[in-house]
């Protein structure tokens, strides 16, 4: 009788370490996928934002204007895809660089 009580307290305990771990997995992963803005890179002076009438919109850095002012509208156009919004009408309405 003890014998049968041990197997079936391990495989709960191990079912229960399983069942946490996935937990623990599932919540890392989806806060991974959330980030919506490029952070600056090393020697990146210049910044832009872009934004679409409707939907999530784009911040990125660059080593000039051009350069941010692209990246950001690349990313509107990404960000305003994946939330529903208005991709074709992303406009950079913010481009500035640091002094």
Known sequence: MTGKTARRCSSWGLLSLLAINLALTAGCTGKASTAHY????????????????????????????????????????????????TPNTCKVVLAECKN
Not at 43 to 57: N, W
């Open 38 to 85: 490029s952070t600056s890179s090393i020697g990146d002076s210049c910044y832009a934002k872009a934004l679409p009438t409707a939907g999530d919109g784009g911040l990125a850095w660059g080593s000039n204007l051009n350069m941010a002012r692209k990246k950001s509208l690349d990313n509107c156009i990404r960000y305003a895809g994946r939330s529903g919004g």
